[in-house]
Each structure stands twice: as structure tokens, then as C-alpha cells.
């Protein structure tokens, strides 16, 4: 079975900022992992993804999420945060075999303080 | 644009009644998968089908169905439709069928049952 949990439903940075946000999954099969971000009234859009290989990601928007086997961790950064980063962000996983079902977590809503 | 074509974009019915949801996916795709978003529930893996054929089914109530036409749309069919069922629905396609595909998402169809 596999599962998702993100911590943190709400965070709130300045702008300028880092952004972290935090997701550890959990995966019986090598797994695949997937950050996705939904603006307002939009379907979800792919900000990065691990499969194989390299284990730091680098994604659109200046985003980039570091895979960490030992800590079944996907953390996902910014640098620095920009007014129109607001949004919600999802992490999901998926595994080898299991069809491409993505089994989501809860999301985290982002805030970008002027 | 994420080239995933959803309609109708809102849908308002009564309890006990059934709607279809279509989904033209992006060209060149040949997986769709059919997605729940809900505030109690978060985002649920319904179904994906791959040229055709069911590939991957998740926690699919049996009031629900689906299925994926030659031309490869798709449509989820949902009947005696309860107020539990009011969410927003999400199809994406991907061009593969394994978890390592990215998937790409439509703006989703809002299902609100009065």
C-alpha cells in the first residue's frame, strides 16, 4: 500500500523567502513521486517528478525537491518565494506495476506575505 | 493549457439523478484517469484506462462507471447521485500507462447535487 502525508496544510512565507514544504511518503515498491500545484479554480499542473536516476529534481518556476530513500522524504524548495507561488501543492506518489494511479496528499496551501 | 478537455465545466442536479462527464484527453495520450477532489476526502483515484481497456480502478463507488471510447475520450458516468457525491471531478491523460508517467490534468468538471 502506499500513502502520502504532508505537514502542514497552511504555510505562510514573505516574499523573498524560502519555501519548504514537506512530504514523506510511504511505498511497498520503488516508488515514483510527483509534486503538483492548483491555482484558484484550475486543474493541477506538474511542478517536478522523480523516477530514476538523479535524486535532486529540478522542476518549472524555480522549484526543485530532493528524493531521500533513507528518509522516504520528497521535501519540496524555493529559494526565494514570489507573490504568485500562492497556491495549493500536492505530493503524490506511484509505483512500479500498480497502473499510473497517483495516490495524493492532503495538500499544502502556500501564502506569500508582501 | 494543458491540452485535457473537460465538459461541461459545471453541473447541477438533483439527488437520484445521473450526469456523464467527458473527457477528451491530450493528443497523442492514450491513458486517462478519472480523479475526486473533495474537502473531506482530498483527491481520490477513481479509475484510468489505458486504449480501452481498464487499467487501474481505485476506490470507485458501483454507482459510478466509466469507460474510454476508439477516439480515446473518455467518459464517468455517475447515477442515483447522493449529496455525498458533490465534489470536483479531474480527468488527466498521459501517454503511457505505468505510475512513471507524468499525468496531465484538465480544469475539472464541479458536480454540485442540490
Known amino acids: 500500500a502506499q500513502s502520502v502525508t504532508q505537514l502542514g496544510s497552511h504555510v505562510s512565507v514573505s516574499e523573498g523567502a524560502l519555501v519548504l514544504l514537506r512530504c514523506n511518503y510511504s511505498s511497498s515498491v520503488p516508488p515514483y513521486l510527483f509534486w503538483y500545484v492548483q491555482y484558484p479554480n484550475q486543474g493541477l499542473q506538474l511542478l517536478l517528478k522523480y523516477t530514476t536516476g538523479a535524486t535532486l529534481v529540478k522542476g518549472i518556476n524555480g522549484f526543485e525537491a530532493e528524493f531521500k530513500k533513507s528518509e522516504t522524504s520528497f521535501h519540496l524548495t524555493k529559494p526565494s518565494a514570489h507573490m504568485s507561488d500562492a497556491a495549493e501543492y500536492f505530493c503524490a506518489v506511484s509505483g512500479y506495476n500498480q497502473g499510473g494511479k497517483l495516490i495524493f496528499g492532503q495538500g499544502t496551501e502556500l501564502s506569500v506575505k508582501p | 493549457d494543458s491540452g485535457v478537455t473537460q465538459t461541461p465545466k459545471h453541473l447541477i442536479t438533483a439527488t437520484g439523478q445521473r450526469v456523464t462527464l467527458r473527457c477528451s484527453p491530450r493528443?497523442?495520450?492514450?491513458?486517462v484517469y478519472w480523479y475526486q477532489q473533495s474537502l473531506d476526502q482530498g483527491l481520490q483515484f477513481l479509475i484510468q484506462y489505458y486504449n480501452g481497456e481498464e487499467r487501474a480502478k481505485g476506490n470507485i463507488l458501483e454507482r459510478f462507471s466509466a469507460q474510454q471510447f476508439p477516439d480515446l475520450h473518455s467518459e464517468l458516468n455517475l447515477s442515483s447521485l447522493e449529496l455525498g457525491d458533490s465534489a470536483l471531478y479531474f480527468c488527466?491523460?498521459?501517454?503511457?500507462?505505468?505510475?512513471?508517467?507524468?499525468?496531465?490534468f484538465g480544469d475539472g468538471t464541479r458536480l454540485s447535487i442540490l
Open positions: 488527466a491523460s498521459s501517454t503511457g500507462q505505468g505510475g512513471n508517467q507524468p499525468q496531465h
Open positions: 493528443s497523442g495520450d492514450l491513458s
